[in-house]
């Protein structure tokens, strides 16, 4: 019997990439009535012992095995290759995915010559992945899915534009899939169309499919995200998106930047008044998790813009803010322009390693993407974690400092405090709370409740830190007063600079999927007696 393994590493557990799972499909095929080849799909994180993954492989005793390679994860699997490779150097290795398939001929020569793999793929496939095996893989996690592929943009940074052809899935065959892969019950359906709202029709017509049959022909409560241009999001989709419930659809908006020059320079082609007005628009529906991208690192793109980028994008209120850095992949123009010298315009220094981020440009020094660094970890802890909203909303509205400036600072000291060392919500709690107590106008009582709020809303274990606990013999009075539910975990405090307490039920009906915190309930302490 032959065996046939496809696999990858993906970033986390809850991530099911369907790359291997589209390979396996297509060579499922071809094999149909082979009966001496039997094929399977292997699924491993990042995460795990390489020697582990490396010997659960090799008890398969394949002949040949499949990787799909990737950013996060080309160097582990190269290392596991060698594993393998030095065990039985007679196993078939191939290497697929843009990692490695957008390589120059002379570097997929010298990954073959160094024994790594046999083989570098650079073919694409259609082959439907939703088979009973893809499907036993994303209940509960995050499933990928496609409708169309390719992109009718350019832009310089990114590979989507460059595949062999732009092609949409028939809307029948894509509904049918939808239905099928929802019912599997995964967390999260991710369309990985790279502009999903490009055509503005195949759109809408997914759109009201996926609001015509949730809850009906698939269960209500699977999340479907959608990466889109939000400058070209047109009236007609608007209207579909108004109708969603409350939590079905999250949108993925890639604002980049608010240069318009460093826009120009990496050939995107975006009205920023257009998508500032409708990021906002999107907001004010209240059913739509809205996430905006940030990039760090662009073409003329200097401290002062990227500062006024930052602000201008916090300012929105985006249920997220995802700041991240310029990336040079392999196959993007803006590579192809970085490795020629003859050609080269723009002065970019980036990682040679993987992720390949940029760490110098012409405009920005390197110290200043060191301090980033501490701006990206303060923002995804206190803000996008949104265990803190509260509270930041507080202290902006009580401090002269910018919101970049003061997840500079906090990150900063938080990074270089013993905090660091012990790791854990509580105790960053209570960093927080001291730091935040440095400024004039903040006082402690409001700072404190607060904090309260923050941290009951968001974490159904409905405790607090010690440092914000106060002894009061009125909470168990209180505590007598509020409605109960049965088998419903519930949690109460005293709010002491409003007069007020709150109590908070830990049950489906009360949680906020948009903004990913419990309902609050206010009641005036003046009553209780």
């Known amino acids: 019997m032959k065996k046939i393994i496809f696999t990858t590493l993906n970033s986390k557990y809850i991530h099911v990439s369907s790359a291997p799972f589209y390979v396996a499909s297509h060579y499922k095929k071809i094999y149909y009535n082979e009966k001496d080849i039997d094929i399977e799909v292997l699924y491993f994180t990042i995460n795990e012992d390489l020697d582990l993954i490396s010997k659960k492989i090799l008890s398969y005793n394949p002949s040949l095995i499949s990787f799909s390679v990737y950013i996060w994860n080309v160097e582990k699997t190269f290392f596991i290759c060698k594993k393998i490779k030095e065990y039985n150097e007679n196993i078939k290795i191939i290497l697929g995915g843009p990692e490695v398939a957008f390589r120059s001929d002379k570097e997929k020569e010298e990954i073959i010559k ?4 046999n083989e570098i793929s650079t073919n694409e496939y259609d082959d439907n992945p939703n088979d ?18 390719g992109c009718p943009f350019n832009c310089a940074f990114c590979l989507s534009g460059r595949v062999s052809e732009n092609k949409v899935f028939p809307l029948e065959e894509t509904y049918k899939n939808i239905i099928t892969l929802a019912k599997a019950k995964p967390k999260i359906i991710k369309f990985v169309d790279r502009t999903f709202n490009s055509r503005e029709q195949h759109a809408n017509n997914i759109l009201n499919f996926i609001l015509e049959n949730s809850g009906k022909t698939f269960p209500k409560d699977i999340q479907f995200h959608f990466e889109i241009a939000g400058d070209i999001l047109k009236d007609s989709t608007f209207e579909i998106l108004k109708k969603m419930p409350k ?41 739509i998790h809205v996430h905006i991208d940030l990039i760090a690192g662009l073409p003329y793109e200097n401290i002062i813009s990227f500062i006024e980028s930052f602000n201008m994008a916090y300012s929105l209120k985006a249920h997220m803010i995802q700041f991240g850095f310029l990336k040079i992949l392999y196959g993007s123009p803006l590579k192809e322009l970085l ?14 390693n ?25 923002l995804d802890r206190l803000y996008n974690s949104h265990r803190f909203i509260n509270t930041l909303n507080y202290v902006f509205d009580n401090i002269d400092y910018s919101p970049f400036m003061f997840f500079l600072n906090f990150g900063y000291k938080y990074n270089h405090s013993d905090y660091k060392e012990k790791n854990n919500l509580d105790d960053y709690t209570e960093f927080f709370y001291n730091f935040c107590l ?12 607060n904090l309260v709020i923050d941290r009951l809303q968001s974490n159904r274990m409905g405790k607090l830190p010690q440092v914000l606990k106060i002894k009061d013999d009125k909470l168990s009075k209180i505590k007598k007063c509020i409605p109960i539910k049965k088998s419903v975990k519930q949690a109460i405090a005293i ?12 049950d489906e009906e009360s949680f906020d999927s948009i903004n990913k915190i419990y309902k609050v309930h206010y009641e005036n302490l003046d009553d209780i007696k």
């Open 495 to 506: 709010l002491y600079s409003k007069n007020q307490y709150i109590y908070i039920n830990y």
């Open 132 to 149: 009973a095996c893809y499907l036993s893989f994303v209940k509960g996690r995050i499933a990928y899915f496609e409708s169309q592929r």
């Open 438 to 449: 440095q400024y004039p106008n903040i006082k402690k009582s409001e700072l404190r409740d």
């Open 247 to 287: 939590g079905l659809v999250q949108v993925e908006i890639g604002l980049q930047t608010f240069n318009k020059k460093s826009l120009e320079s990496i050939n995107r082609k975006t009205n920023i008044e257009v998508l500032v007005k409708n990021i906002k628009k999107l907001l004010e529906y209240k059913n």
């Open 339 to 352: 490795d020629n010298e003859n050609k080269q315009t723009i002065s970019l220094y980036y990682d040679k």
């Open 354 to 378: 993987a992720p390949y981020e940029v760490r110098e440009t012409k405009w920005i020094q390197k110290d200043f993407f060191d301090v980033f660094k501490y701006v990206e970890d303060s």
């Open 114 to 117: 160094s024994g790594i793999a």
